[in-house]
């Protein structure tokens, strides 16, 4: 079982930026961010196919936020522009190794998961 590890979560304040990574030991065909604030359930925030570079984004951080992929590294980034409050939360790394089946933004759709890297903006 492979299991994605997360950094690059902290605090910052709102308007600043942030950049996420996510390094997995194994090949994996999907990559996701997910989010999950106090209270809430876990949403996606971005997805993307990393052979092809397809991608899509919630739209609440449609314009701010930007996923990409290395190949060549298989680390996973979110990089994170013009955040606001509401942007707090556990952010997690998930991946599956196959095509999905269901809505990409969906949590039951992904096999692998990272203990989660924490970003919290303030006002």
């Known amino acids: 079982q492979v299991q994605p590890v997360e950094s690059g979560g902290g605090s910052v304040q709102a308007g600043g930026s942030l950049r996420l990574s996510c390094t997995a030991s194994g090949a994996f065909y999907i990559k996701a961010w997910f989010r999950q604030a106090p209270g809430k359930e876990r949403e996606g925030v971005a997805v993307?196919?990393?052979?092809?570079?397809?991608?899509n984004y919630a739209d609440s951080v449609k314009g701010r936020f930007t996923i990409s992929h290395d190949n060549t590294k298989n680390t996973l980034y979110l990089q994170m522009n013009t955040l606001k409050p509401e942007d707090t939360g556990m952010y997690y790394c998930?991946?599956?190794?196959?095509?999905?089946?269901?809505?990409?933004?969906?949590?039951?759709?992904?096999?692998?998961w990272g203990q989660g890297t924490q970003v919290t903006v303030s006002s």
């Open positions: 993307i196919v990393t052979g092809s570079g397809a991608t």
């Open positions: 998930a991946a599956r190794t196959w095509g999905l089946s269901g809505p990409w933004y969906l949590r039951t759709s992904y096999s692998s």
